[in-house]
C-alpha cells in the first residue's frame, strides 16, 4: 500500500501541472466566445485550484495498474470510478438530472472507447511480437 501511494503521489505531481494549463484554455475559449467576460478573483482562484486537483487525481489513479494483485478489468473499474467522481464531484456541473446524466454517458462511452482503442493497438504489438518470436 506504502508503494502505491508513493507511485499515486509521484504520478499526481507529475500530472498536476496540467491543471492551470487546461484552466486557462477553457476560460480562453469561454472569453473568446463571449460566454464569459471577466472573472472574479475567486473564479479564476476557484478553477485553477479545482483543475489542479482533478488532474492531480487523474494522474495518481493511473497507478492502480502497479498493484500486481489486481486484474486488469478491475484496476480499470477502479480507475473509471476515481475519474467519474473526481470530476463529477468538481463542481462544474449543475446538480440536476439532465446534466449529471448526459455527462455520465459522455463519460462511460468516451472510456469504453479510449480502452477499446487501446486493447486493440496492444493486441496488434502482442500479435506483432508473437509473429517475430516464433518467425525465430
Request: a positive charge; proline letters at 3%; hydrophobic letters at 55%.
Amino acid at each position: 500500500m506504502r508503494k502505491f501511494a508513493a507511485e499515486f503521489v509521484k504520478r499526481g505531481l507529475m500530472a498536476a501541472w496540467g491543471g492551470p494549463v487546461v484552466i486557462a484554455i477553457i476560460f480562453a475559449i469561454l472569453g473568446a466566445n463571449g460566454t464569459i467576460e471577466t472573472l472574479t478573483v475567486h473564479e479564476v482562484c476557484l478553477g485553477i485550484l479545482s483543475s489542479t486537483v482533478m488532474t492531480f487525481v487523474a494522474g495518481g489513479i493511473t497507478a492502480i495498474y502497479q498493484v500486481e494483485q489486481l486484474p486488469l478489468p478491475m484496476a480499470a473499474l477502479i480507475q473509471a470510478g476515481v475519474l467519474y467522481l473526481d470530476y463529477l464531484m468538481n463542481g462544474w456541473l449543475q446538480n440536476q438530472m439532465v446534466p449529471i446524466l448526459t455527462f455520465t454517458v459522455s463519460f462511460a462511452v468516451g472510456y469504453a472507447l479510449i480502452w477499446l482503442v487501446i486493447y486493440q493497438v496492444i493486441k496488434r504489438q502482442t500479435q506483432k511480437l508473437n509473429e517475430k518470436l516464433t518467425a525465430q
